[in-house]
C-alpha cells in the first residue's frame, strides 16, 4: 500500500497519529522499530544537522534530499515541514512535487513571510491570508497522488492574535487544506482553545507540554512530539563533557555495534551477498 494511502487511513480512524520527530533516516528507522504508524521530519532538526538555526536557511533541494533518505528507509509514512513552500504559488507547486517524488507521504505549509523562523522564535512575520490560500490552491493542483496530504500551518497566533489564528485557519480549510496546523501553542489553555475554537477540523498539535493521551482527549487528529534535537544535544553534550574530563564515556550509554548495524539490515545485506557470490572476494 501506498504510504499516502496509510496516512490516509491512518487520519480516518477514530485514534490520533503520533509522529515522532525524526532528523535522518536512522532516526526514523528507530521509531519505526519501537512501533510508531508514521514519522515527522523536523525542519529545525534538518537545518541543526547541517549546522544552522531554524531561520529559512536551508533550500527546498536540502530539505527534500534528507526527506528522500528517511521515506526509502521505512514503511511507514513520512510528514514533512516544507517551511513557506520556498516562495509563491508556483514555487510552492514545485515544493508538492518534489516532496512527492521523494515519497513522502504528506507535508505542512506555512504563512509565514520567506525565509521564515521556527514558531517560537521572536520575529516572525506572516503573510496576507489570501496569499496562503493561493498557496493551498496551488499545492492541490500540483499532486499527481490526490491523497497526498497537504497541512496548512498557520503562524499568526504570536503575530496577529488568535482571533486571526481562526479566521485563518477556517480560510485554509475551505481552501481545501486536508489539515490545519497552529504552531506556537506554550499552554495549557492555547492547546484548548485551540481545540474549542476549531472543533470540526483535523487538526495538529507540535509540542511535548502535554502527553499524547491529554492531546488526543482533546480530538486532535495529529500530534508531533519527541524533541529529538533536545535529546540529542543534552545526551551527546553529556557524553562529550564525560569523554573530556574522565577519559571515557560510559559503555552503558551505549546501544551496540550491531544492534544498530542489524536496525540498518547488515543480516540482509550478508544474504545479498551470498546470493550473488560475492560474500567471500578470490583473486585469480
Given at each position: 500500500m501506498?504510504?499516502?494511502?496509510?496516512l490516509r487511513?491512518?487520519m480516518?480512524?477514530?485514534?490520533?497519529?503520533?509522529?515522532?520527530f525524526?532528523?535522518?533516516?536512522?532516526?526514523?528507522k528507530?521509531?519505526?522499530?519501537?512501533g510508531f504508524?508514521?514519522v515527522?521530519?523536523?525542519?529545525?532538526?534538518t537545518?541543526a544537522?547541517k549546522?544552522?538555526?531554524?531561520?529559512g536557511?536551508?533550500?527546498?533541494?536540502?530539505?527534500?534530499?534528507?526527506?528522500?533518505?528517511?521515506?526509502?528507509?521505512?514503511?511507514?509514512?513520512?510528514?514533512?515541514?516544507?517551511?513557506?513552500?520556498?516562495?509563491?504559488?508556483l514555487?510552492?507547486?514545485r515544493?508538492v512535487?518534489?516532496?512527492?517524488?521523494?515519497?513522502v507521504?504528506?507535508i505542512h505549509?506555512?504563512?509565514q513571510?520567506?525565509?521564515?523562523k521556527?514558531?517560537?522564535?521572536?520575529?516572525?512575520q506572516?503573510?496576507?491570508s489570501?496569499?496562503?490560500?493561493?498557496?493551498?490552491h496551488?499545492?492541490?493542483d500540483a499532486r499527481?497522488?490526490?491523497?497526498?496530504?497537504?497541512i496548512a500551518?498557520?503562524?499568526?497566533?504570536?503575530?496577529?492574535?488568535?482571533?486571526?489564528?481562526?479566521?485563518?485557519?477556517?480560510e485554509?480549510?475551505d481552501?481545501?487544506?486536508d489539515?490545519?496546523f497552529?504552531?506556537g501553542?506554550?499552554?495549557?489553555e492555547?492547546l484548548?482553545?485551540?481545540?474549542?475554537?476549531?472543533?470540526?477540523?483535523?487538526?495538529?498539535?507540535?509540542?511535548?507540554?502535554?502527553?499524547?493521551q491529554?492531546?488526543?482527549?482533546?480530538?486532535?487528529?495529529l500530534?508531533?512530539c519527541?524533541?529529538?534535537?533536545?535529546l540529542i544535544?543534552?545526551q551527546l553534550?553529556?557524553?562529550?563533557?564525560?569523554?573530556?574530563?574522565?577519559?571515557?564515556?560510559?559503555t552503558s550509554r551505549?546501544g551496540?555495534?550491531?544492534?544498530?548495524?542489524e536496525?540498518?539490515g547488515?543480516?540482509d545485506v550478508?544474504e545479498l551477498?551470498s546470493k550473488?557470490?560475492?560474500?567471500q572476494?578470490?583473486?585469480?
Amino acid at each position: 500500500m501506498k504510504t499516502t494511502s496509510k496516512l490516509r487511513q491512518l487520519m480516518a480512524s477514530d485514534q490520533m497519529i503520533v509522529a515522532p520527530f525524526v532528523i535522518n533516516a536512522l532516526h526514523a528507522k528507530i521509531a519505526e522499530s519501537v512501533g510508531f504508524d508514521a514519522v515527522y521530519m523536523t525542519g529545525a532538526g534538518t537545518a541543526a544537522e547541517k549546522g544552522f538555526p531554524d531561520v529559512g536557511l536551508l533550500t527546498m533541494s536540502e530539505m527534500v534530499g534528507n526527506a528522500k533518505y528517511i521515506a526509502n528507509a521505512i514503511d511507514v509514512p513520512v510528514i514533512c515541514d516544507a517551511d513557506t513552500g520556498y516562495g509563491n504559488p508556483l514555487n510552492v507547486q514545485r515544493t508538492v512535487r518534489e516532496y512527492e517524488a521523494a515519497g513522502v507521504a504528506g507535508i505542512h505549509i506555512e504563512d509565514q513571510v520567506f525565509p521564515k523562523k521556527c514558531g517560537f522564535f521572536d520575529g516572525k512575520q506572516v503573510i496576507p491570508s489570501n496569499e496562503m490560500v493561493q498557496k493551498i490552491h496551488a499545492a492541490l493542483d500540483a499532486r499527481n497522488d490526490p491523497e497526498f496530504v497537504v497541512i496548512a500551518r498557520c503562524d499568526a497566533y504570536a503575530v496577529t492574535g488568535w482571533e486571526d489564528t481562526v479566521r485563518r485557519c477556517r480560510e485554509y480549510i475551505d481552501a481545501g487544506a486536508d489539515m490545519v496546523f497552529v504552531d506556537g501553542i506554550k499552554s495549557a489553555e492555547d492547546l484548548q482553545a485551540y481545540a474549542k475554537d476549531l472543533p470540526d477540523f483535523p487538526r495538529m498539535y507540535n509540542g511535548d507540554l502535554f502527553s499524547t493521551q491529554e492531546v488526543a482527549e482533546l480530538g486532535y487528529k495529529l500530534m508531533i512530539c519527541g524533541g529529538t534535537i533536545w535529546l540529542i544535544y543534552q545526551q551527546l553534550k553529556a557524553s562529550y563533557e564525560e569523554l573530556k574530563t574522565q577519559g571515557k564515556v560510559d559503555t552503558s550509554r551505549y546501544g551496540t555495534r550491531w544492534e544498530v548495524a542489524e536496525l540498518l539490515g547488515l543480516q540482509d545485506v550478508y544474504e545479498l551477498e551470498s546470493k550473488y557470490g560475492v560474500s567471500q572476494a578470490t583473486v585469480s
